[in-house]
């Protein structure tokens, strides 16, 4: 049940009716005294006057929203309050296999109810109609070409990119172990260390086949991440 729902059932009650048939309560039902009438008056009250994606309890990490969007866009699946609601809560069979194996597919099953959900992502959406990708008219990789690394610098980049290690490794799904044959770090999840690592090279190179093959992925996803990072220091964004 929704938060319009909710607010329909307990405006039914404050009137005396069943919210089922719409037929008057018994004269001696609690539902007619006095001050129960007055406190689902009071609740309904709030209930329209608190934003839903601002209802406590509600915590969902921006950067789980903003990745499960990408992955919606990246299958052509609607980011709808209802998709992304069934998303993290694992209550709809998506047909496309890489959604359902996805590390964030039903992460919050077990906290939220699916109305719950699907009221904070309608306030969620509707808050952040900012541009889509702000980054994506960064024009770093469109400057002219130039590349500070030595050999040996190169090569020390490999190895603390080596180093960082995978999360992701076993079980992997066959899509992701195909793309890692030529990529081995593809659909790792990026973390500090990495994008620290990231930033750094992009002080000294643009060229985009040196970063694929130091950071071990796939050109689209370096040029997505570094525009990403660039956007972020441009424009003091804390978190990505």
């Known amino acids: 049940m929704n938060l319009h729902q909710t607010i329909t059932v307990l405006e039914a009650l404050a009137s005396g009716c069943s919210p089922a048939t719409g037929a008057m309560v018994a004269g001696e039902s609690v539902l007619n005294e006095r001050d129960v009438i007055r406190a689902l008056q009071v609740a309904i009250e709030q209930l329209k006057n608190e934003p839903p994606g601002k209802q406590p309890g509600v915590k969902i990490d921006p950067e789980d929203i903003h990745e499960a969007i990408r992955l919606f866009k990246e299958h052509q699946q609607a980011a709808s309050p209802q998709n992304l609601a069934g998303f993290f809560l694992a209550t709809k069979a998506f047909k496309q296999e890489p959604i359902r194996v996805h590390a964030l597919y039903g992460k919050y099953k077990d906290l939220y109810a699916n109305g719950q959900l699907q009221d904070f992502f309608t306030a969620w959406l509707q808050d952040n109609k900012t541009e889509e990708k702000p980054w994506k008219g960064i024009d770093f990789f469109q400057q002219p070409g ?95």
């Open 146 to 240: 130039f590349n500070h690394y030595t050999a040996t610098a190169i090569d020390q980049l490999k190895q603390q990119v080596s180093a960082l290690g995978l999360s992701k490794r076993d079980h992997l799904v066959a899509y992701i172990q195909k793309a890692r044959l030529h990529y081995p770090r593809s659909h790792e999840p990026w973390k500090a260390p990495e994008d620290e690592l990231l930033w750094a090279a992009l002080q000294q190179t643009n060229e985009l086949s040196l970063l694929s093959d130091c950071f071990q992925r796939g050109a689209n996803a370096i040029e997505e991440r570094a525009k990403r990072l660039l956007y972020a220091h441009q424009n003091g964004v804390a978190k990505l």
